[in-house]
């Protein structure tokens, strides 16, 4: 970390707005891995090797790190004073004066990650269905914080911020794909009654 501010300082750029961005691409790359995790839990994919506990413990952690990574780069993007943003704007979609509409996709997507992380927490309180209904907009978070990264993020122009674009929305697709493939073998996975 020392080194990266001094090369962002000896950059003549600002450390923070350096960190906010630095931290906003670990970020999704923590948000993506979680993201496909979930599909491997949830569709019980494990072989001796690698049992099922394995990937819901991997799950469980990387999605606490990206929430932790999240706070930072929120935490990051306040203090700088590149560009202003007002610590509502972290939690109350659509009110940043800067780049209002691809911010409020991350702040969106930031609340839906603080209710899943808080009913997964609390999941003994709210029964087993709820929480499930809940996680699902976990899903929603991903495209989200990707739309945000488009729009906003500075990296997202350059060509290799457009690879990992690609690379996270290939990894997540070919999730998706292999989770509809089970379903449509094995019925969808229930949650209100029916299905495994
Ligand atoms: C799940 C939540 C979020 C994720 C995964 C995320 C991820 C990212 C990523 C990947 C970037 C691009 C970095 C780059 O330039 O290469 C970025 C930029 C940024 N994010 Fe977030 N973000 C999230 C939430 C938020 C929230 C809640 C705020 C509001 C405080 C915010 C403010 C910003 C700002 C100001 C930038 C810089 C835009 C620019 O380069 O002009 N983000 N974020």
Do not use: N, V
């Given at each position: 970390m020392g080194a990266f501010t001094a090369a962002a300082a000896s950059a003549g750029g600002n450390p923070l707005w350096y960190a906010t961005r630095s931290f906003g691409l670990v970020a999704l790359a923590l948000l993506t891995a979680s993201v496909l995790l979930g599909v491997l839990t949830s569709q019980r994919i494990a072989t001796p090797k690698w049992p099922r506990f394995a990937s819901q413990a991997l799950h469980r952690n990387v999605s606490l790190l990206a929430l932790a990574v999240v706070g930072v780069h929120v935490l990051t993007t306040l203090m700088d004073t590149y560009v202003r943003i007002t610590w509502w704007a972290a939690v109350v979609?659509?009110?940043?004066?800067?780049?209002t509409g691809y911010v409020a996709l991350g702040t969106i997507a930031f609340d839906l990650l603080l209710v899943v992380t808080a009913t997964s927490l609390a999941r003994t309180l709210t029964g087993h269905r709820w929480w499930r209904l809940v996680h699902w907009s976990a899903y929603a978070a991903w495209p989200l914080a990707l739309g945000h990264y488009l729009g906003?993020?500075?990296?997202?122009?350059t060509s290799w911020g457009l690879l990992f674009a690609l690379a996270c929305l290939g990894a997540v697709s070919v999730a998706v794909l292999i989770r509809l493939a089970i379903e449509r073998r094995e019925g969808p996975v229930r949650v209100w009654g029916g299905g495994r």
């Open positions: 979609p659509f009110t940043s004066a800067y780049r906003t993020g500075t990296d997202a122009r």
